[in-house]
């Protein structure tokens, strides 16, 4: 992998469709600088929703793991009892 690409806020205004088309192919993060500082990171769409995707799973893991320390997860057995009776019922 290389090491993260940083650009200058000029250098991005100057040669935005190039940067766009450099992300879309390379898919590696470019740091976006003001005054010499990072202020911004600029990605392509296919990696931002993988991210987002994976975030989502993570924030799911959690919630299960939270729920879990807590006492509120039921044995598998169990949920599969439920949910018959709930279906039975239905019918």
């Known amino acids: 992998m290389r090491p993260t690409r940083v650009k200058p806020i000029s250098y ?3 040669n935005a469709a190039d940067l766009i088309r450099e992300l879309a192919e390379t898919r590696e993060p470019l740091v976006i600088t003001q005054n010499g500082q990072a202020r911004a990171v ?4 296919a990696t931002y929703e993988a991210t987002q995707e994976t975030l989502a799973l993570l924030k799911i893991l959690a919630l299960g793991k939270r729920q879990l320390d807590e006492g509120k ?3 598998l057995a169990e949920a599969v009892r439920r949910l018959r009776a709930r279906r039975a019922r239905r019918k």
Do not use: L, S
Not at 42 to 45: G, I, L, R, T
């Open 73 to 75: 997860a039921i044995p």
């Open 42 to 45: 600029m990605q392509d769409v």
């Open 12 to 14: 991005v205004k100057a």
